[in-house]
């Protein structure tokens, strides 16, 4: 992945973590990167990567096996899907209706759009 | 485990003819993190490298080195016990050309007291360095990757790169980026690295100094710093009533729109408040918030 230096990497890392649960790319219960792979495999400082999944840790979206590492928490896909479906609206559909409007798509446009799309 | 060591400079000045290259400096580097040295060419960076790692006597003030093991906080310069803990690695590599890249490597395992031999063989493999060849007939990249190796293996409790990687390609600057991190997370150490290149490194670093003109801009870790700018778009007035409490870096005008990049943490109030009066607030990057932060007085503070 890439970062970008406009926002703390720590949240970046945490979000990236979060939306290979959300996808399915990291299984519950499956053991994630230690904080030194990850340092490694994405050229970031280990204390970053630490940060990281410690925020995770917090939030109950990982947990700890002592000696052995982290994992994904066994309901944290529900709990991330639960909390993005809160914010879908806001931060995802109100957006693109103000772009529609801005450049003249009417939204029944939109709508079908959608319609077709999903039914593909 | 290796030692770690923590830096501590109380206002170090040091001066050319009567031009001071630091002034007044106090700085604190914690132990065991990798800490990113920024400034623009002729900012002190070297300076500063030299003064920690004992090469240089401060003209004024201090500066200081901690470890446990040491004891009490000692001074770098003339004193071996110090010196032997830090490693200094520089663009110019401090080599002797006449040497063979094997002697050099020998002499610095005769040396350095936590020389790891293995490790050098590694990377001197790893970079290619032909060890037969005398310095001197090295290319440019190939002595900064000397330099870089002699660093790295010297598991010196205080490391400082000086720029020193900066005449590598960049598959080879990947590689000792690489390096550095797998051996700092075997083996953690305080380590600076001194770069105009924030964008190539800043993610690899804990904590920032940023120097200019020798004298402190910033001290923070890096994570705080993104972020930490923004710029604020729109009607004249409008962006110079909000932005009047800020540190503002940077101003630009078109017309009756004014963009003004500020430093300081916007929380969702005060974005709630720009978005009322009809601002538009974007975030800044290190790399642009570094270039504001280190641009030449009057052009665009």
């Given at each position: 992945m890439v970062f970008d230096d406009r926002s703390p990497i720590y949240l970046q890392i945490a979000d990236q973590i979060k939306s290979d649960i959300v996808t399915g790319a990291l299984a519950e219960d499956e053991q994630v990167m230690s904080t030194n792979q990850y340092a490694a495999s994405y050229r970031i400082n280990p204390a970053t990567a630490a940060k990281g999944f410690a925020q995770l840790v917090d939030e109950g979206v990982l947990y700890k096996k002592r000696g052995i590492g982290m994992f994904v928490a066994p309901n944290a896909r529900d709990l991330l899907r639960t909390s993005r479906r809160d914010s879908f609206f806001a931060e995802v559909v109100d957006p693109m209706i103000r772009e529609a409007k801005a450049i003249g798509v009417p939204l029944k446009d939109v709508v079908q759009h959608i319609r077709h799309y999903g039914d593909a | 485990m290796n030692q770690t060591l923590a830096v501590r400079t109380e206002n170090l000045s040091v001066s050319f003819a009567g031009v001071p290259?630091?002034?007044?400096l106090d700085l604190r580097l914690a132990p065991g993190k990798i800490h990113g040295l920024l400034g623009r060419n002729g900012s002190g960076k070297s300076t500063l490298a030299a003064t920690l790692a004992g090469f240089r006597q401060p003209d004024e003030g201090r500066v200081l080195i901690e470890g446990s093991d040491l004891g009490t906080a000692l001074e770098p310069y003339e004193n071996a016990v110090v010196t032997s803990r830090i490693c200094l690695i520089r663009e110019s590599g401090?080599?002797?050309?006449?040497?063979a890249v094997k002697h050099v490597i020998a002499l610095a395992a005769s040396l350095?007291?936590?020389?790891d031999n293995e490790l050098a063989g590694e990377l001197l493999d790893r970079f290619e360095?032909?060890?037969?060849?005398?310095v001197q007939k090295l290319s440019r990249g190939k002595k900064s990757a000397l330099g870089v190796v002699l660093g790295l293996a010297s598991r010196a409790p205080l490391t400082i790169f000086d720029?020193?990687?900066?005449?590598?390609?960049v598959p080879s600057r990947n590689l000792f980026y690489d390096a550095l991190l797998a051996d700092y997370a075997e083996v953690p150490r305080t380590v600076v690295l001194s770069t105009h290149l924030v964008s190539e490194v800043s993610t690899m670093l804990e904590e920032v100094v940023i120097l200019d003109n020798g004298r402190l801009v910033t001290q923070s870790p890096v994570d705080a710093l993104r972020g930490r700018g923004a710029s604020i778009v729109g009607p004249v007035a409008a962006v110079d009533e909000f932005t009047a409490g800020f540190t503002v870096l940077a101003e630009e005008r078109l017309g009756g729109t004014k963009s003004t990049t500020v430093l300081g943490d916007l929380d969702p109030v005060l974005l709630a408040e720009a978005a009322a009066a009809g601002l538009e607030v974007g975030p800044v990057g290190l790399q642009d918030l570094f270039v504001h932060l280190t641009a030449p007085t009057g052009a665009s503070r």
């Open positions: - | 290259a630091l002034d007044r401090d080599l002797v050309d006449a040497a350095r007291p936590y020389w360095v032909p060890t037969n060849k005398r720029e020193s990687y900066l005449g590598m390609d």
